[in-house]
Nanobody, 123 residues
Framework: QVQLVESGGGLVEAASSLRLSCAASGGTFSNYRMGWFRQAPGKEREFVGS???????AYADSVKGRFTISRDNAKNTVYLQMNSLKPEDTAVYYC?????????????????WGQGTQVTVSS
């Protein structure tokens, strides 16, 4: 059983940067591909990006070139660096873990989820 705890959300202005962190515990971190998702009010949860244990990444087109995912395997932590933020990036951001190393953008393929952290970008 993996527990995930996100941190780092907040209120920022457009064009600003923010870094989210997700600390994992209770499992073998190397067994999991880590993902970031977000959900805006009234919308479905959407894929932001994911990273394998060895650092292979995949991103949604909407964030490609602005967001970067990284992980520190020694600290069991994954990060989401968000640059050039836009008001449409406003959402609750969730960290998730799935067994294995292949990427997936489907929420149902991730077995473990954090509680989410709010990111609000003002115009």
């Amino acid at each position: 059983q993996v527990q995930l705890v996100e941190s780092g959300g907040g209120l920022v202005e457009a064009a600003s940067s923010l870094r989210l962190s997700c600390a994992a515990s209770g499992g073998t971190f190397s067994n999991y591909r880590m993902g970031w998702f977000r959900q805006a009010p009234g919308k479905e949860r959407e894929f932001v990006g994911s990273i394998s244990y060895i650092g292979n990444t995949a991103y949604a087109d909407s964030v490609k070139g602005r967001f970067t995912i990284s992980r520190d395997n020694a600290k069991n932590t994954v990060y989401l660096q968000m640059n050039s933020l836009k008001p449409e990036d406003t959402a609750v951001y969730y960290c998730a873990a799935r067994v294995g190393h292949f990427w997936s953008n489907t929420p149902s393929s991730y077995a473990y989820w954090g509680q989410g952290t709010q990111v609000t970008v003002s115009s």
